[in-house]
Protein backbone atom coordinates (compact mmCIF):
# COMPACT_ATOMS: atom_id res chain seq x y z
CA UNK A 1 0.00 0.00 0.00
CA UNK A 2 2.79 1.96 0.77
CA UNK A 3 4.89 1.45 -2.38
CA UNK A 4 6.36 4.45 -2.64
CA UNK A 5 8.74 3.81 -6.21
CA UNK A 6 5.23 3.70 -7.73
CA UNK A 7 3.57 6.81 -6.71
CA UNK A 8 6.35 8.82 -6.87
CA UNK A 9 8.27 10.94 -9.66
CA UNK A 10 12.37 10.95 -9.25
CA UNK A 11 13.20 14.48 -7.84
CA UNK A 12 16.42 15.57 -8.06
CA UNK A 13 18.37 18.08 -6.82
CA UNK A 14 19.68 20.44 -9.86
CA UNK A 15 23.09 20.99 -8.70
CA UNK A 16 25.32 20.42 -11.75
CA UNK A 17 24.95 24.03 -14.15
CA UNK A 18 25.90 21.53 -17.23
CA UNK A 19 22.88 18.91 -16.56
CA UNK A 20 20.21 21.63 -15.85
CA UNK A 21 21.60 23.81 -18.90
CA UNK A 22 20.90 20.65 -21.04
CA UNK A 23 17.31 20.77 -19.43
CA UNK A 24 17.00 24.51 -20.27
CA UNK A 25 18.72 24.60 -23.61
CA UNK A 26 16.53 21.63 -25.05
CA UNK A 27 13.60 22.40 -23.74
CA UNK A 28 10.24 24.37 -24.12
CA UNK A 29 9.88 27.23 -20.99
CA UNK A 30 6.44 27.23 -19.99
CA UNK A 31 4.60 30.18 -17.13
CA UNK A 32 2.08 29.24 -15.19
CA UNK A 33 -0.29 31.03 -12.91
CA UNK A 34 -0.57 30.14 -9.05
CA UNK A 35 -3.20 27.46 -9.47
CA UNK A 36 -3.51 26.85 -12.81
CA UNK A 37 -3.46 23.34 -13.83
CA UNK A 38 -0.78 22.67 -16.37
CA UNK A 39 -2.13 19.08 -16.98
CA UNK A 40 -4.92 17.67 -16.18
CA UNK A 41 -4.98 14.08 -17.02
CA UNK A 42 -1.96 11.67 -18.56
CA UNK A 43 1.40 12.27 -18.18
CA UNK A 44 3.88 14.33 -20.00
CA UNK A 45 6.83 12.26 -20.31
CA UNK A 46 9.32 14.96 -19.88
CA UNK A 47 12.16 16.12 -17.75
CA UNK A 48 10.76 18.84 -16.10
CA UNK A 49 13.06 21.98 -14.33
CA UNK A 50 11.30 24.26 -12.06
CA UNK A 51 13.52 27.47 -12.46
CA UNK A 52 10.73 29.15 -9.90
CA UNK A 53 7.78 28.48 -8.35
CA UNK A 54 6.48 25.63 -6.45
CA UNK A 55 4.71 23.04 -8.61
CA UNK A 56 1.92 20.16 -7.41
CA UNK A 57 1.41 16.65 -8.48
CA UNK A 58 -1.88 15.02 -7.85
CA UNK A 59 -2.39 11.70 -8.59
CA UNK A 60 -5.48 9.49 -7.77
CA UNK A 61 -5.15 5.31 -8.39
CA UNK A 62 -7.57 3.09 -8.61
CA UNK A 63 -6.10 0.83 -6.11
CA UNK A 64 -7.94 -1.33 -3.56
CA UNK A 65 -6.75 0.96 -0.84
CA UNK A 66 -7.52 4.20 -2.73
CA UNK A 67 -3.67 6.24 -3.28
CA UNK A 68 -4.57 9.73 -3.80
CA UNK A 69 -1.83 12.42 -2.57
CA UNK A 70 0.46 15.10 -4.00
CA UNK A 71 3.28 15.56 -3.92
CA UNK A 72 5.37 19.58 -4.24
CA UNK A 73 7.82 20.14 -6.29
CA UNK A 74 9.87 23.06 -5.63
CA UNK A 75 12.25 25.63 -7.43
CA UNK A 76 16.03 24.27 -8.19
CA UNK A 77 14.60 20.68 -8.78
CA UNK A 78 14.51 18.25 -11.73
CA UNK A 79 11.53 16.08 -11.91
CA UNK A 80 11.51 13.39 -13.84
CA UNK A 81 7.70 12.68 -15.20
CA UNK A 82 7.83 9.54 -16.99
CA UNK A 83 5.57 6.77 -17.52
CA UNK A 84 7.59 4.22 -16.08
CA UNK A 85 5.69 3.40 -13.10
CA UNK A 86 2.59 4.10 -13.06
CA UNK A 87 0.10 1.53 -11.87
CA UNK A 88 -3.18 1.22 -14.00
CA UNK A 89 -5.48 4.05 -15.01
CA UNK A 90 -3.70 6.68 -12.83
CA UNK A 91 -5.12 10.04 -12.97
CA UNK A 92 -3.12 12.88 -12.94
CA UNK A 93 -3.13 16.78 -12.46
CA UNK A 94 -0.19 19.31 -11.90
CA UNK A 95 -1.34 21.89 -10.75
CA UNK A 96 1.29 25.45 -9.55
CA UNK A 97 0.96 26.05 -6.04
CA UNK A 98 3.00 29.67 -6.83
CA UNK A 99 3.36 31.52 -10.07
CA UNK A 100 5.91 29.12 -11.75
CA UNK A 101 8.44 29.04 -14.57
CA UNK A 102 9.53 25.54 -15.79
CA UNK A 103 10.99 24.07 -18.70
CA UNK A 104 10.01 20.90 -20.57
CA UNK A 105 12.17 18.28 -22.34
CA UNK A 106 11.46 15.45 -23.59
CA UNK A 107 13.11 12.50 -21.98
CA UNK A 108 13.50 11.43 -26.29
CA UNK A 109 15.65 14.26 -26.52
CA UNK A 110 17.53 13.96 -23.17
CA UNK A 111 18.03 10.28 -24.13
CA UNK A 112 19.40 10.98 -27.49
CA UNK A 113 21.85 13.03 -25.77
CA UNK A 114 23.42 10.76 -23.28
CA UNK A 115 23.35 8.01 -25.80
CA UNK A 116 25.70 10.29 -27.85
CA UNK A 117 27.94 11.32 -25.30
CA UNK A 118 28.62 8.59 -22.24
CA UNK A 119 29.80 11.57 -19.89
CA UNK A 120 26.63 13.08 -20.17
CA UNK A 121 25.18 10.29 -19.20
CA UNK A 122 26.93 9.05 -16.50
CA UNK A 123 26.21 12.61 -15.15
CA UNK A 124 22.29 12.07 -15.03
CA UNK A 125 22.71 8.78 -13.28
CA UNK A 126 25.32 9.90 -10.85
CA UNK A 127 22.34 12.93 -10.25
CA UNK A 128 19.62 10.60 -9.76
CA UNK A 129 21.55 7.38 -8.45
CA UNK A 130 22.54 10.04 -5.42
CA UNK A 131 19.36 11.47 -4.69
CA UNK A 132 17.56 8.04 -4.67
CA UNK A 133 16.74 8.08 -1.12
CA UNK A 134 15.26 11.60 -1.07
CA UNK A 135 14.01 11.00 -4.61
CA UNK A 136 11.39 8.11 -3.96
CA UNK A 137 10.03 9.71 -0.35
CA UNK A 138 9.79 13.25 -1.90
CA UNK A 139 7.74 15.49 -0.14
CA UNK A 140 3.89 13.97 -1.09
CA UNK A 141 1.02 13.18 1.27
CA UNK A 142 -1.17 9.92 1.46
CA UNK A 143 -4.98 10.80 1.90
CA UNK A 144 -5.97 7.69 3.26
CA UNK A 145 -4.57 9.63 6.28
CA UNK A 146 -5.92 12.44 8.56
CA UNK A 147 -5.22 15.79 8.45
CA UNK A 148 -2.99 16.26 11.21
CA UNK A 149 -0.88 12.74 9.72
CA UNK A 150 -0.50 14.81 6.25
CA UNK A 151 0.84 17.52 7.89
CA UNK A 152 3.52 15.40 9.65
CA UNK A 153 4.23 13.23 6.69
CA UNK A 154 4.70 16.43 4.82
CA UNK A 155 7.10 18.04 7.52
CA UNK A 156 8.76 15.19 7.42
CA UNK A 157 9.62 15.13 3.89
CA UNK A 158 11.00 18.60 3.65
CA UNK A 159 13.01 18.43 6.36
CA UNK A 160 14.23 14.99 4.65
CA UNK A 161 14.61 16.44 1.49
CA UNK A 162 16.84 19.24 2.26
CA UNK A 163 18.94 17.36 5.04
CA UNK A 164 17.68 19.90 8.00
CA UNK A 165 19.29 18.77 11.23
CA UNK A 166 18.04 20.58 14.30
CA UNK A 167 19.69 23.13 16.29
CA UNK A 168 20.81 22.89 19.84
CA UNK A 169 17.70 23.40 21.45
CA UNK A 170 16.12 20.59 18.97
CA UNK A 171 14.14 23.40 16.63
CA UNK A 172 13.96 22.83 12.75
CA UNK A 173 13.34 25.83 10.19
CA UNK A 174 11.45 24.35 7.51
CA UNK A 175 12.25 24.99 3.59
CA UNK A 176 9.96 26.98 1.27
CA UNK A 177 8.61 28.97 3.70
CA UNK A 178 5.21 28.38 2.98
CA UNK A 179 2.05 30.49 3.63
CA UNK A 180 -0.89 29.07 5.41
CA UNK A 181 -3.00 29.30 1.92
CA UNK A 182 -0.28 26.58 0.49
CA UNK A 183 0.18 24.36 3.32
CA UNK A 184 -3.45 24.18 3.72
CA UNK A 185 -4.18 23.56 -0.41
CA UNK A 186 -0.64 21.42 -0.13
CA UNK A 187 -2.61 18.77 2.44
CA UNK A 188 -6.30 19.40 1.20
CA UNK A 189 -7.76 20.95 4.40
CA UNK A 190 -9.04 24.12 5.19
CA UNK A 191 -7.87 26.85 6.86
CA UNK A 192 -9.54 26.63 10.06
CA UNK A 193 -8.55 22.66 10.46
CA UNK A 194 -4.62 23.74 9.19
CA UNK A 195 -4.94 26.93 11.86
CA UNK A 196 -6.11 24.52 14.98
CA UNK A 197 -3.38 21.92 14.02
CA UNK A 198 -0.81 24.28 14.26
CA UNK A 199 -1.95 26.29 17.68
CA UNK A 200 -2.33 22.61 19.31
CA UNK A 201 0.97 22.04 18.30
CA UNK A 202 2.01 25.56 19.53
CA UNK A 203 0.62 24.74 22.67
CA UNK A 204 2.60 21.43 23.19
CA UNK A 205 5.77 23.51 22.24
CA UNK A 206 6.76 21.25 18.95
CA UNK A 207 5.56 24.40 16.42
CA UNK A 208 6.56 28.08 16.59
CA UNK A 209 6.69 30.66 13.56
CA UNK A 210 9.32 33.47 13.33
CA UNK A 211 10.32 36.05 11.19
CA UNK A 212 12.66 33.58 9.17
CA UNK A 213 9.88 30.75 8.82
CA UNK A 214 8.18 27.98 10.68
CA UNK A 215 9.71 25.65 13.12
CA UNK A 216 9.02 22.46 14.19
CA UNK A 217 10.92 20.49 16.94
CA UNK A 218 12.67 17.63 16.44
CA UNK A 219 9.90 15.57 17.75
CA UNK A 220 6.90 16.05 16.00
CA UNK A 221 7.83 14.08 12.72
CA UNK A 222 8.80 11.01 15.06
CA UNK A 223 4.79 10.81 16.02
CA UNK A 224 2.54 8.27 15.08
CA UNK A 225 0.86 8.43 11.48
CA UNK A 226 -2.94 7.97 12.16
CA UNK A 227 -5.56 7.05 9.36
CA UNK A 228 -8.04 9.13 8.87
CA UNK A 229 -11.92 8.03 10.39
Known amino acids: MNDDIHITPYIAAAVDNELRKIIVDNGKKVTLNKREF ?9 FVYVHSGLLGRIRDTPLE ?14 ANFLNFFSPGK ?5 QALRNSEI ?6 TVYAIMENDRRIAHEFEQMYGANMET ?52 IFSSLLTLDNILLQWKKEGVYKKAKEGSYIHQSLPLRSIAYAP
Open 38 to 46: FLKQGTINS
Open 65 to 78: FKQTHLEIIPAGRV
Open 90 to 94: ARISI
Open 103 to 108: YLTPYK
Open 135 to 186: ALRSCYCNFIFSCESRLISLFRAMIRNYGIMPDGNGWMLLPYKLTREEYSQI
